[in-house]
């Protein structure tokens, strides 16, 4: 596997995907309380970050503690987005991923409490 073209191919196609879903749904960024990705490596996210032009502020991370949790990552990040405060009811929060096979795909949720 050739990971410099892995992570541009990451970056890309994941900062791609969620200005897609935001613009499908008619909601621009400044509404996204949180972006939480697949917390697979630091730059990637960093990279994806930069593209989209927002802050790391909004991305919850949790890849210093758990490593690469596989298909894990988003849950366990959004699990704890929510049990910190980050995200609340009404809030927008887009999930995005990148992964084995090279798939990638995001969506945007709007938080409601159980």
């Not at 990637?44 to 991305?59: H, N, P, S, T, Y």
Request: glycine share 8%; net charge positive; with cysteine.
């Amino acid at each position: 596997m050739n990971g410099k073209e892995v992570f541009k191919l990451a970056s890309r196609v994941m900062a791609s995907s969620c200005e897609k879903v935001l613009a499908q749904c008619g909601v621009p960024s400044d509404d996204v309380k949180c972006f939480i990705p697949h917390q697979a490596n630091i730059r990637i996210i960093e990279a994806v970050a930069k593209q989209l032009g927002i802050g790391m502020d909004r991305f919850p991370l949790n890849l210093d503690r758990y490593g690469n949790t596989s298909a894990a990552s988003i849950p366990l990040a959004l699990e704890e987005a929510w049990s910190n405060g980050r995200i609340r009811p009404g809030d927008h929060v887009l999930l995005v991923a990148f992964g084995a096979g090279l798939t990638w795909g995001a969506t945007l949720i709007k938080w409601h409490q159980a």
